[in-house]
T-cell receptor, first 115, second 116 residues
Framework: DVKVTQSSRYLVKRTGEKVFLECVQD?????MFWYRQDPGLGLRLIYF???????EKGDIPEGYSVSREKKERFSLILESASTNQTSMYLC??????????????FGNGTRLTVT | AQKVTQAQTEISVVEKEDVTLDCVYE???????LFWYKQPPSGELVFLIR??????QNEISGRYSWNFQKSTSSFNFTITASQVVDSAVYFC?????????????FGKGTKLSVKP
């Protein structure tokens, strides 16, 4: 079974802090994704990566950056956390080419609260 | 523009009832994929099914069935004889394969509560 592991289930940070959300997958998937989930808005894509060191902006990249130094790890960085970034963050991975055609495998999510 | 509409925000049923979750999509592409995901209270989205635009055959998997109709741009999901464990948020999603990389758009989800 594919396992996507997010380092924290719950996180509380202060406004202005730099925040790192880590995600690791164990199935050698090429593609990795970061989504945020908010009530009434569904899932929105922040960033994705189709290869090591490659990254692409999703629909809402503002205020975020990402890092993919190794194939299995995809980090989401909030350079200066703000209260409007309080949300559930979901990491996902998928195999091979056809970036958005394959089913996604999701982690359990990180619920981030910025105070 | 690509769009996925799940008009039912919340549905509540009693165990053993059948329930249908609606999904209507909009796309200009002739080649696309449709997905359903389940998000139980634990939070992890779980893939349920993928359908491509050239395959309109209905699918049945145990108590779950899916009805794909291109004529009405719908991909509805039916749970037969619902159980408490079916309580979750269900997301429909559309992937277009045109363009450089494509995209995946999720609907806003339908929260299903199955009461004993």
């Amino acid at each position: 079974d594919v396992k996507v592991t997010q380092s924290s289930r719950y996180l509380v940070k202060r406004t202005g802090e730099k925040v790192f959300l880590e995600c690791v997958q164990d199935m050698d998937h090429e593609n990795m994704f970061w989504y945020r989930q908010d009530p009434g808005l569904g899932l929105r894509l922040i960033y994705f990566s189709y290869d090591v060191k490659m990254k692409e902006k999703g629909d809402i990249p503002e205020g975020y950056s990402v890092s993919r130094e190794k194939k299995e790890r995809f980090s989401l960085i909030l350079e200066s956390a703000s209260t409007n970034q309080t949300s559930m963050y979901l990491c996902a991975s998928s195999p091979g080419q056809g970036l958005f055609r394959a089913p996604l495998h999701f982690g359990n999510g990180t619920r981030l609260t910025v105070t | 523009a690509q769009k996925v509409t799940q008009a039912q925000t919340e549905i509540s049923v009693v165990e053993k009832e059948d329930v249908t979750l609606d999904c209507v999509y909009e796309t200009r592409d002739t080649t696309y994929y449709l997905f359903w995901y389940k998000q139980p209270p634990s939070g992890e989205l779980v893939f349920l099914i993928r359908r491509n635009s050239f395959d309109e055959q209905n699918e049945i998997s145990g108590r779950y069935s899916w009805n794909f109709q291109k004529s009405t741009s719908s991909f509805n999901f039916t749970i037969t004889a619902s159980q408490v464990v079916d309580s979750a948020v269900y997301f429909c999603a559309l992937s277009e394969v045109g363009g450089s990389q494509g995209n995946l758009i999720f609907g806003k989800g339908t929260k299903l509560s199955v009461k004993p």
